[in-house]
Structure formats: structure tokens, C-alpha cells
């Protein structure tokens, strides 16, 4: 049987296994799905309809599946799916879809810190750091192992790549790269840091150091030009890099507009 406090309450139609652990004054509401290992600290609140994967751990004042903050909602059922091994610690935030059709969707292994905030639609990969007040608006993505610093702002549809880093206090309005920093506004350089910790080949980093030399530097062109220019004239070696390609799958692919 799960572990339910006197003083916490659980909805009928909700979903626990078998030995989650619910703790005082937290509120579980209608078609919540808790998996195994699941820890509810207290003072937590859960909106369904939510699906909570395996050894989800929530702090006090954690309010994670409440309705979508879009005004276009219109009160039908819409839904946040989470999966594995996620932290969300004190008055973190994270609202359900604005549609049916939509999802708010949490990868495994994310870490959200104090008072952040995932808004509707937003989809968030694997090994995610959310810092404290950090926030990511409607429909942004966020890519594995990226970090979005203390009291960040994600604007809107904007696409935050793979272990791409983004500063502190920074107002982020257009895509971050994958493997790069941004910060005040700027793209600053390649995150050396974060890859030499993830264990990233040297022969991948001297790649995506050349990418971003090739792209996001030569201020001469504009960026079709310059992903023109590496694809034609660039060293193949480099060229062909996965983490090159990947970069370029992704700036081709943006519909904001990048940072650079």
C-alpha cells in the first residue's frame, strides 16, 4: 500500500502505486498517474490529467499539472506527461497542454530548481538543469543536458539545443545552438566546459569549435551564406562531424532565428 499522510488528499479517480510515498497537506487530483518509487515531500500539488513516471522526488510547494496560463484555453482535458528520475524542488512550476492534441512533455533525469517554471507545450529532454527562477515559456524545447541558469527567460517557441548552456539573468528571444553558450543576449562561445565534463572526444570538440568559428563569427555574410560556405569550401573532416551536422540540422531547421 502507498504511504499516504492523514492530512493529504488524493482523488479518487487518481492512479498510485504501490509504494509511493505521499506526504503532509499535499493535494493529488483528478487521473493523476503515480509510478513506483514516487516521493511526495509536503505541501505538494499535482493536476492531472498528469502521468508521472518512476522515482519522481517533489519538494513543498511544488504546484507541477495545473492548467495551461494561455488564454486560449478552453477547459477541455489537457495533459503533462513526465517521465523518469526528476527533481522539482520548492514552488517549482510546470503547466499542462493548452489542447488536446498537445502535450506538455518532462524527459528523465531533470533537475528544476527553486521557483522555475515550464509554461504549456514546452518539452524538455533528458538530464535537464532548470536553475532557480529560470523560465520557459509556451511551446519552447530544451534540449539533453542543456542548463538554463538562475532567472533566465526563454521567450516563446524558442528551441534551446543540446548541452547548450544559457547565463544567468539572460532574455533569450531566439534559438541557442546546440554546444554553445548564451549569454546577455549574445551567443559567447562553445560550452569547452560542459563537453570536456560529458566526456566529448577532443577530435568533436576541435569540430563544433570549427562550426562555430565558421558560422556564428564571419560577421562578413549572413548565416545562409555561411552554412553555404562550410558545407561547399569547409574542411571535410570537420564537415562531416555527427555533432557539425547536428548543429547545421538545427540552425536550418529554426523558425525564430538563432542567436549568434
Not at 488524493?10 to 504501490?18: C, G, M, N, W
Not at 568559428?213 to 545562409?224: G, I, P, T
Not at 569550401?233 to 540552425?251: A, M, S, T, W
Request: glycine share 10%; hydrophobic share 40%.
Amino acid at each position: 500500500m502507498a504511504e499516504i499522510h492523514p492530512t493529504a488528499i488524493v482523488d479518487k479517480t487518481a492512479e498510485i502505486a504501490d509504494d509511493v510515498k505521499i506526504g503532509p497537506y499535499c493535494i493529488v487530483g483528478p487521473h493523476v498517474k503515480l509510478g513506483s518509487g514516487c516521493v511526495l515531500h509536503s505541501h505538494v500539488v499535482l493536476g492531472g490529467p498528469s502521468t508521472f513516471g518512476k522515482n519522481n522526488e517533489f519538494f513543498p510547494f511544488a504546484v507541477i499539472g495545473s492548467k495551461t496560463q494561455d488564454l486560449k484555453y478552453k477547459c477541455e482535458p489537457t495533459f503533462l506527461e513526465v517521465g523518469d528520475n526528476n527533481v522539482f524542488r520548492e514552488n517549482c512550476n510546470i503547466n499542462r497542454g493548452t489542447t488536446p492534441e498537445t502535450k506538455t512533455i518532462i524527459g528523465n533525469n531533470n533537475l528544476f530548481l527553486i521557483n522555475s517554471h515550464c509554461g504549456h507545450e514546452v518539452h524538455v529532454g533528458n538530464n535537464v538543469i532548470m536553475s532557480g527562477y529560470a523560465a520557459a515559456a509556451g511551446h519552447c524545447e530544451i534540449g539533453d543536458w542543456a542548463i538554463i541558469s538562475g532567472c533566465a527567460a526563454l521567450h516563446q517557441f524558442v528551441r534551446i539545443g543540446e548541452h547548450a548552456m544559457v547565463g544567468g539573468a539572460s532574455k533569450i528571444v531566439q534559438d541557442v545552438a546546440p554546444y554553445m553558450i548564451a549569454d546577455g543576449g549574445l551567443l559567447r562561445s562553445v560550452n569547452l566546459v560542459g563537453l570536456k565534463r560529458r566526456g566529448f572526444a577532443e577530435d568533436d570538440i576541435r569540430a563544433i569549435k570549427y562550426a562555430y568559428r565558421k558560422l556564428f563569427l564571419d560577421k562578413k555574410s549572413n548565416m545562409a551564406i555561411n552554412i553555404q560556405l562550410l558545407q561547399d569550401e569547409g574542411d571535410e573532416k570537420f564537415v562531416q562531424n555527427p555533432h557539425v551536422q547536428r548543429i547545421l540540422e538545427f540552425v536550418k531547421a529554426s523558425e525564430r532565428g538563432f542567436m549568434h
